[in-house]
């Protein structure tokens, strides 16, 4: 079934001579496509065709080995859950439970409560044993039904417990920090010359774990924010000048925002952190706010969380030692967004109806939706294949759809961010019609030098 | 952010030595992953590329060309939508409706009604212009605003009708039925030396297209599916010996079945075409079931409307001259397995409570939810992108998550099937934990031949 | 708070000369609304108000009593559940072992699974014990996790049960067949002279209990029968000369055809038993929907299951010796209307694209929404006050939205049915804007009697 | 189907001499039920029963009447919706259309766009002609596709625009303050002898609207507002000591707090204005939500927005002056409450996991449930009834589940609030088991006294 270079060929009525009135933007990068940009037919590889192809071979593929490490027999299983919620942590653990007791026959699972806190020994947590029957309907349920904390502890500490509890594996679902306390515990875990894998779901809401495509329970994430826009759509049409905001979560990077925005397909304005914008001045947001909502008279505005650290040491005023002020008390862009719109509409004279939407916890503590069941659910079975064949220091990444060990110090070695000159970005602005706003200029992001 | 060979090395514990007792088939193929599989970094090449990498190139990428082949000034362009319904198919024509209005500024956008008949001269439809105020709402709808229709018409009058139109750009959404009529209508354009672009956009419940991901609709198809097998569930579970059987779209695959199976986490045995096995007899599915019910009360079955061709071929008993009589009157699986079951466990004199589920048209006829909103989006506009760009005998595809331009000879080439040695099947295994069924003897597919 | 009688005069603009052209049957009785109709302001009385009203005095109220019968200390409570499936179960076995362990400090609660079978010695169940963690996350689920199950059973058998397992107070949840076997238990129960108290929750997707309100889950089995409808819609609009039929549940009435209907608003024609009408001939069914198609191109219909009766004798053909013969095989009106509606286009030489749907389980196996859930709390309560206190023989009712005890011979006295001179009939005509079809002649309706 | 005395009679087993251990409040009144209260069966009289039932008789009944006082042939209607967003809006105006159009057979009908703004000749707005085609899917939209706006205008620019209008029918979708508008219109009209009719239809996601059972879109929010307990919930149980708190809409009244607290059987605490509680001190609120979460660890808080004034009053410290001073700069009680919160745990040294949950427009932008669409569709039917009977001055309400006409002074002559000892605050107390809080003391309600 794999076609030849021949049946590959596209047509063309002839030669393309018209430019294009698409508006894609040339400054974020090169937005358009170019007639030889291919995608790989064939992305399954074997680790010996490396030389053949010269090119950097892959990610090592997750699944069942036909040759373990551990003893099923003698194999203790921990699951622990750290950081917030987000949809089908319960459905991974699940499946770990029900991969272990039913296709490896281990009857040593425990759940650790209240994330590396129940590790801990003198958190005073007992482990909660878990069989098919305590996991029976959990994946119906939002958050994670053994808890969760945040917040670092010692690694000795840790690793003491896992000892204490004779843990031969340890499964951590968890962010970016879980992650990191999961890779210095391998590291604890060497140096004690102890043989106990470590392997780690990655878990984040803001779906910027590096080296994967996408995370669990983001795309439950994105139907929710959708049903938020289509609220915050309902009320910018109700009224007369009617401007809707929608603060979605994101801190470093805008995938929610910008996936959300078009799966709603009534968003006029997104803003992301990666893609920089001046609030004031001529094109800036506040000028094209304005001018959409003369000609059209609504207007939905979603922007990510993490757009406030730009957005508000560029918008700060400066006292007369040089430092900055910050117009707005807090750090969240929501208010501080919803105050600046007021406050030019203001000046302009122009009657505003403004709602302000933050959906917060709501778009995280869902129960999984079905895409989201199908990956959690692979999740948790590779995860537990992947230990019980002795891997360690690694996570469970998926990478064009497939599957992969992501070693632990990749996988978290930067974010993920959405690339300005990309193809979702441009699917963004395709569906937003968004102009390209007034960009700082460098010098009003260093705000202190201003003389 | 390219990692290099050093950073994808996968740390082990030590080597594995124990036997996995993972129950995967042998028979079905290689369902154990060994440690030399590896999923390439990077999947989006230059042509160029090609000879350096020695490797088989890819498929041409989708998306807004620099320069473009028809003057949108003076470009008409005509939207169809052939075949059964599917959720999202009215984003698809919104995004394609403003994409040509605001992007390309196309003043000349018709939809075709009802199908390939609406483009018939003599069926008496009138094209419907679509203008951004057409299709502001219908993406919240299920269905095709435009209607659709099946069945085969006369390639000549169709053509007729496109010149009638004064069309540049036919724009056709459907199954693969619809896909090959556009090819023919493709081959009548050349024979005619006429300049009209062909672009499909490939539209089935059943997700068998060839090389494509996925078709848009499939994962909102599997959450209504998924809702129906909670039902099952919860009937099965309500009674004592409660059997619920659920059937599904998939006429020559199981995709839905399959991913509906694993979105549930709650199914017992998945039948799907691509994995035969036989009814009768030890190991075969009755036997399986019973036992199952001997031991834990309640059973859920999900079958795919697939399955009959073989089953009931199999099933078939023979009369005097040697021809297969089938047991049940009609092909539908469902009422075969209903009577099938029951007449075994009346057989068996265990009691039963069987409930049967046909979710039919509940499966398809809903709005898309996010995701599937997302994808559409990106298809239509890359629809719009090929054709302004005078690509043409084309589909839009996705390929390892990045659109693509695929010849329709090739789109139409062959179905794609569950590999039962792939990632998706042995999911599906490890869900349900549903043992291997006994096969068909080969000579009990030919009926006809027993003496 | 209560007004007087000056503050309900209603203001008129002057008297009202012209006829209605509203097409309100004037067959089925006073359809329309006289001004001296007046809807009471007080509906809670006393007992003692009785005479001084000279109006028959109403039910008793439901709710707790100051003081009660039973000894919390030594009271055993047994609940069971019987018949088919219906949103809301779960919430009020929830709400009654929470009520009673909270709120009246009862240890022994047990859940009798599968119906009466569990109560039957013989059968070998178990009584399940029921306490405030077993009952924790129940209500997110359909079904009842006690099992249900059918059929008659000897009162002596169950009557021996309550003894063996030492049971004092027995609430069941059930539908007519249920509450009549309850009623019998409380005789048996008055002839062994033993203090156990029988208390009922009327249970059925019907909602046609006698002297209630509206029964639980019925709102529930609207909603996701108004999403059937919607469905339908979307492919009769998919299709030329597109017919969707939806057949819902309703034995005897049609209350959840009607209001799935009004709630829908997309229905052409609603089809309930208790408005009888012919298919054939001028302005029969058949008649009035080709009228329809042909003016419209499209038509949603939605048929009560228990339109079959008369339906299919009405639509009998006689054979030599005068017996009916059913011109379709079963007794389901779905397949039926199916057939005559393929057949009357046929014969009219008219395309018809037709859809059947027929949601059958999915309506009764889904959790109950928000309203019910609030009805089903309170049922589930005032079970346990009305027990607690001793009131026996009875059921929780509720009777213009407040909750009563209706002894269990006046709950099963007769069924409910919808008045076709009635409000929810009006609506049901208003919405659907059907016409009045034929009507059978009484002849018709005895077809032996014909020469 | 009337049954008799002897029928109501309910069968007790004995004499109740148990003191009930329900700890139901004496201080908030007789929350127990006593045996001689009643429900009376018939609820629906004639007028002429009045003088023989000696009680003051009721609402007119809402209808279709035989004569009606407009000519179909010549009459103008308009509508207009006012104030806030509230699921269902639209649902009321397509009945209205349909029923004027297919119904009556009137030809002219407008909307008004963005409230009373688009009556007012100087607001320059065109008001929008409705015909079925315009209203065909709005009822799947939440919001209101002719817009709203709140605030005052002059009474005598609005009749000055009917008038200009040539409207004989004004149906007025609005709150509290549009049935003030409506009635002073009613009068002005009067007062200009004009034969126009004013009819109202009450739009509140409060509920508070008196002599009517339940106002439109209510059951809608609650199960929304179930939605966003069910999240507060998952985020509680996943922290230690997590407590979330969710502000609910309800200005005056806690009907959407309390109902929401029922349906999701989640909360331990419901805090609505009706029933004062006292902050700090023994068994103030904050002090057992400490003790509940030493014990359980983790609890759900709903409050209404309406608590904050007595709250913060009550709250309020004195500076030197004695005037009070507001702990929290605003008016909110959700941040109130937070901040409250905090400081008490952290003053007891108790570590906590804070959320706050304020669901805000995501409650009121949904479309309609499948029960607020039936009832909205009799809303608007019944509207246009009464209007075209020639009734003025009064609006559609519900009683006992019964449709009637409500005089405009009697609709808006008080809110409708929870009843402390009546059914609903009842179900709270026992759904939640919080206890009787201490209650402010008549002097700490008078801050400005306090010596």
Redesign the interface.
């Known amino acids: 079934?794999?076609?030849?270079?021949e049946?590959?060929?596209?047509?063309?009525?002839?030669?393309?001579?018209?430019?294009?009135?698409?508006?894609?933007s040339r400054r974020l990068g090169p937005?358009?496509?170019?007639?030889?940009?291919?995608?790989?037919?064939?992305?399954?590889?074997?680790?010996?065709?490396?030389e053949?192809?010269?090119?950097?071979?892959?990610?090592?593929?997750?699944?069942?080995?036909?040759?373990?490490?551990?003893?099923?027999e003698n194999t203790r299983v921990g699951i622990v859950t750290c950081g917030g919620?987000c949809p089908g942590i319960n459905?991974v653990i699940?499946?770990i439970v029900l991969?272990l007791h039913?296709?490896?026959?281990i009857r040593s699972t425990f759940g650790i409560p209240?994330g590396f806190?129940g590790l801990d020994p003198r958190a005073g947590l007992s482990p909660i044993p878990l069989r098919p029957k305590e996991v029976q309907?959990v994946?119906?349920?939002?958050?994670?039904?053994l808890?969760?904390?945040r917040g670092n502890r010692d690694i000795g500490d840790l690793v003491d417990g896992l000892q204490h509890l004779g843990i031969d594996v340890l499964i951590a679902i968890g962010g970016d920090g879980t992650l990191r306390g999961a890779h210095k515990i391998?590291e604890e875990i060497v140096r004690r010359r102890l043989?106990i894998?470590v392997v780690g779901v990655p878990k984040t809401i803001d779906n910027d774990v590096?080296?994967t495509?996408e995370t669990f329970g983001f795309?439950t994430a994105?139907?929710v924010?959708?049903?938020?826009i289509?609220?915050?759509h309902?009320?910018a049409?109700?009224?007369?000048n009617g401007v809707?905001v929608v603060k979605l979560m994101g801190r470093d990077s805008g995938f929610l925002a910008a996936?959300?925005t078009?799966?709603?397909?009534e968003v006029n304005f997104c803003l992301v952190p990666e893609v920089p914008f001046e609030m004031h001045g001529d094109q800036g947001f506040l000028d094209v706010l304005e001018k959409r909502i003369r000609k059209s008279g609504h207007a939905v505005v979603v922007v990510a969380e993490g757009c406030a650290r730009s957005l508000m040491a560029n918008d700060g005023e400066h006292d007369a030692s040089g430092n900055v002020r910050y117009a707005s008390g807090g750090n969240d862009v929501g208010p501080y967004l919803r105050e600046k719109i007021s406050a030019h509409f203001k000046a302009a004279n122009l009657p505003l109806v403004l709602?302000y939407?933050?959906?917060?916890?709501?778009v995280r503590?869902?129960p999984a939706?079905?895409?989201d069941?199908?990956f959690c659910?692979?999740l948790g079975?590779n995860a537990v294949?992947a230990a019980?064949?002795?891997?360690?220091?690694?996570v469970i990444g998926r990478?064009?759809?497939?599957?992969?060990?992501v070693?632990l110090?990749?996988a978290t070695?930067?974010r993920r961010r959405i690339e300005p000159a990309g193809?979702l970005w441009?699917?963004v602005l395709?569906?937003t019609?968004q102009p390209e706003f007034r960009v700082p200029s460098p010098e009003s992001l260093r705000p202190g030098v201003r003389s």
């Open positions: 079934m794999t076609p030849n270079a049946q590959l060929v596209v047509q063309t009525l002839g030669p393309a001579t018209f430019p294009s009135p698409v508006p894609l937005n358009f496509v170019d007639d030889g940009m291919r995608v790989a037919v064939e992305v399954e590889l074997h680790e010996r065709d490396g053949r192809l010269r090119s950097p071979i892959g990610f090592e593929k997750a699944g069942p080995r036909e040759k373990i490490f551990f003893d099923p919620l459905n699940r499946a991969e039913y296709r490896y026959g209240y806190e309907h994946h119906r349920h939002g958050g994670s039904f808890g969760l904390a391998h043989r894998a590096a080296f495509d795309e994105v139907e924010a959708r049903g938020t289509d609220a915050a309902t009320e049409l109700g009224a007369r809707a996936s959300a078009i799966a709603s397909m709602k939407i933050d959906p917060s916890y709501l503590s869902v939706n079905a895409v069941a199908i659910d692979s079975r294949h019980m064949a002795g891997k360690t220091d690694v990478w064009h759809r497939i599957f992969t060990h070693p110090a990749l070695w930067e193809d441009r699917a395709e569906t019609g």
